[in-house]
């Protein structure tokens, strides 16, 4: 059974339809790329499957169980963590405390659910701090410095400083080192080189490939596309909404329609405002917006 | 009850869209400036208060009639609106969210409390200069003033309507509203729009300020706080942003509330508004009338408190700090001093509770004196009523005010950034409402007197050096509790939540819980606090808790810096002890929280010692 399924998944903003009943499957330690010219759907796809948007209509599937519509915060500790494409760290808390956010749904704190008497009891913990949370809290600080210390040592001299401190590129490596910290089943990766220079996205890509040797399962968002053809095991292209690719890499590469979903929107590039509502963590860093959109 | 016969109904239906009227002015100014600025303005009911005092002046100081009046109203309110928006609010557009509202907060008390001081707090009479004879039209009776109201509205109402539509201004305007940057990008100068929308707005506001003074024949400084809110809700009801919204949501509004007070008695008055406010905010957001769309997407940037690195406190300066207040007793025994520094300690707990939940949590509340009312009603009712002891009053006073607050408080966690402030407000003030109308238990406007004194142990405590010492040791322990909770998984949740729900959610946190917690642990020191002045003072009412008190608050939280538990002990200390030290501060003290807001938004939005 695959682990992650979507089947005819949809969804309209006004007379918009954004995502068009795109079926897709990720097997468990496989690495899929979405790739697709921008306003193609993309990220919206990314929040219909981890619930910040509700679809209008099909199915998403993990495990065979349907998760259609359940909120983020059941789909995070079901094992689905995200980063997003204009970055998201939360930028007065510590890279340290970031990471340990994405460790949240992991803190026995998590498991005290029913409503009111879980509520109590955790504040009643919180005040307490048993031996055991002591344990937990210094045990999660260690696991977070370990994912820190992925990244080399851009991150972890900078542990106890503010994310908005932080250059462009460490945020959007606290953003994945954060989503790593849920120990996710299933990352989902929105753009992760966006912005960066050859270098930094060089860096990303060996850095994805040591997370596919270790067997995570990843659903990936990327518009440099000799990075997709390196690590993708499959491509699914979208244009308008649609699926109208997938397959093997090198197969879709050369596939006509894809290179006609690029051309047509190339020539737009030049006039077309950014599909996305908002690029302004991108201006803000004074990072270049551009989304190469081409095919070379 | 009074009989309500086909002809009452007739005069108070008339009355209701008089009131309404008035309202819809006040809400289509609201509407304008959320429209274009993205900002509900608290300063908007201060600028209708104005406007009313100017007609005053002329009519009843300088014997004027209404023609030049309304000339000279619309130019001081106009240029008042553009000066406000020009060097108040124009540098904030860049600032985190949650400055530009704070400075509107700001400016309306300075414009409050200056009023106060040229005219006094008294209310002054102002006779309308109308004849006061009624026509009967088909068995309704109508006064000169009614059709007057009625003839201005409707024509500014279509003046503006053609405004809109037909002109290139007015065209800019509803541009820059729909999408500011495209706007922009299409040459409309967005700052020259926003001013003029600010211009208009205060207009109508200040014509409608005037129009109300002689309606009610009288003008006094807090009038400006119930157009404000009366504004808010009428502008929920039709949908927040929309100008047709806001003429049917305020007749509405007049009329619900003429009709309310003509059943249930005028007490019932403000308690129709606020529920509206927050029944519209919990069911429909958008309004009645508004699209179907989800409540306005807030920018993806900008997050809700500025960056800043917070001064660390070392713990050795705390801990002198402590023992000097401590030995504050044995220094001076100028009874005065402690009063006010116990005064201080009371103030900091209030302080405490709101920089954790609008400074950790990001969860803007201006309703927070409710916990303290709450708090202080609990106590004094277990203690008279039911004989409680002291110590258990107190803490079962806290409880209740953290679990009834917050129970309260829920409808607001389904909102964010500007709409909770809102709908705090507003909760806030139904809680007030509650006290005061609910008599049997709370004993209405009279209050409740004869507290039992604070004691411990059996031992009264009556003396102003055990009170400080012992409203001390109740800051500690409320620091000491709140220092515990922040450094555990819960501040951290907190603070991720403030920054951006989004991500948080993303990441497992449900929000609705944290935010509830918060409440919870806020209120409980609120309602600490609020138990020991009921028993401090042996004399409470709804008024020793006001609305004013939840600001005043959050101006301490704003100068000491959002979060910062050193900070809102800091806060408290210079915003209660200042004015009281330097004397002639003190008949001016809401001018000077007014403009410490307004300095601090401006250049230091992370306040002296930085949010955490
Ligand atoms: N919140 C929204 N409201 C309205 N339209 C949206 C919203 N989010 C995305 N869209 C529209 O949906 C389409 C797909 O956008 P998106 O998923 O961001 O594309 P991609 O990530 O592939 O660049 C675009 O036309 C975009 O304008
Ligand atoms: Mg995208």
Partial sequence: MALLEVRGLRREFGGVVAVDGVDLTVEAGETVSVIGPNGAGKTTLFNLITGLDKPDGGQVLLDGRPITGLPPEELAALGIARTFQHGRVFGNLSVLDNVLIGAHTRQAAHRLRAPVLGMMAELALALIQPPAWREERRRLREEAREVLALFGDRLLPRADQPAYSLSYANRRRTEIARALALRPRLLLLDEPTAGMNPTETAEVLEFIRALKGRGLTILLIEHKLSLVMQLSDRVIVMDDGRKIAEGAPQSVRDDPKVIEAYLGHKRQVGDARDAQPAGEDDRRAGRPQARPASVS | ?612
């Fill in chain 2, 1 to 612: 009850m009074p009989e309500f016969t086909l002809r009452a109904f007739a005069d108070q239906l008339v009355n209701g869209l008089v009131i309404g009227n008035i309202y819809a002015l006040i809400a289509i100014g609201l509407a304008l400036i959320f429209g274009v600025a993205n900002l509900i303005n608290f300063a908007h009911g201060s600028v209708y208060m104005i406007g009313a005092y100017v007609g005053w002046v002329c009519v009843t100081g300088l014997g004027w009639s209404l023609g030049p009046t309304f000339i000279v109203v619309a130019v001081v309110c106009g240029v008042l609106g553009v000066l406000i928006e020009r060097f108040g609010l124009r540098r904030l557009q860049s600032e985190a969210r949650i400055a530009p509202l704070l400075a509107t907060i700001g400016i309306s008390f300075a414009l409050d409390q200056l009023v106060q001081l040229i005219f006094s707090p008294n209310p002054q009479s102002f006779p309308s200069p109308l004849p006061a004879t009624r026509v009967m039209l088909g068995g309704v009776s109508i006064g000169a003033l009614d059709a007057l109201i009625a003839a201005i509205t409707i024509t500014i109402a279509a003046a503006l309507f053609a405004f809109l539509r037909f002109t290139r201004l007015g065209w800019a305007l509803r541009a820059t509203a729909q999408d500011r940057e495209a706007a922009q990008q299409m040459g409309v100068d967005v700052n020259a729009i926003n001013a003029l929308a600010f211009a208009v707005a205060s207009v109508l506001g200040g014509i409608g300020g005037v129009m109300i003074g002689m309606y009610f024949t009288s003008v006094y400084p807090t009038m400006s706080y119930g157009a404000m809110v009366k504004g808010f809700a009428a502008n929920l009801l039709g949908g927040l942003g929309s100008v047709p919204g806001a003429v049917i949501g305020g007749l509405l509004l007049g009329l619900i509330e003429t009709f309310g007070v003509a059943l249930f008695g005028s007490t019932y008055r403000n308690l129709f508004t606020f529920v509206i406010l927050i029944g519209v905010l919990v069911l429909r957001p958008t309004g009645l009338f508004g699209a179907q769309r989800a409540m306005p997407p807030e920018p993806l940037t900008g997050t809700f408190v500025a960056n800043s690195k917070p001064v660390r406190i070392p713990w050795f300066v705390a801990i002198g700090g402590l023992v000097a207040a401590a030995l504050l007793p044995f220094i001076s025994s100028n009874p005065y001093l402690l009063q006010i520094f116990t005064n201080a300690w009371l103030f900091a707990m209030l302080a405490l509770s709101i920089t954790l939940v609008t400074g950790t949590a990001g969860q803007m509340s201006l309703g927070q004196a409710g916990f303290l009312a709450i708090g202080g009603y609990a106590s004094a009712l277990l203690a008279m009523r039911l004989g409680w002891p002291l110590e258990l009053s107190l803490l079962a006073g806290a409880a209740i005010a953290a679990a009834l607050g917050t129970l309260l408080m829920w409808p607001v966690f389904r909102l964010r950034n500007q709409y909770v402030a809102l709908a705090t407000l507003g909760i806030g003030e139904v809680i007030n409402q509650i006290i005061l109308n609910w008599e049997g238990l709370t004993n209405g406007v009279l209050g409740l007197s004869n507290i039992p004194p604070l004691s411990l142990f059996g031992l009264p405590i009556v003396e102003t050096a055990p009170i400080y010492w012992f409203a001390l040791a109740m800051l500690v322990v409320a620091a000491l509790f709140q220092w515990r909770l922040t450094q555990s998984h819960l501040g951290r949740t907190w603070r991720a939540m403030r920054e951006d729900e989004v991500a948080a959610r993303a990441f497992g946190v449900s929000l609705h819980r944290y935010k509830a917690l918060a409440f919870i642990a806020g209120g409980l020191i609120a309602g600490l606090s609020g138990a020991f002045t009921a028993h401090m003072y042996s004399y409470i009412n709804n008024e020793t808790f006001a609305a004013t008190t939840s600001i005043l608050g959050l101006t301490m939280v704003i100068l000491g810096g959002m979060g910062n538990m050193s900070g809102a002990v800091v806060g408290a200390i210079a915003l209660t002890a200042l004015p009281e030290l330097f004397r002639p501060l003190a008949d001016a003290r809401y001018l000077l929280y007014g403009v410490v807001l307004l300095l601090l938004v401006r250049f230091r939005p992370q306040g002296l010692l930085g949010t955490v």
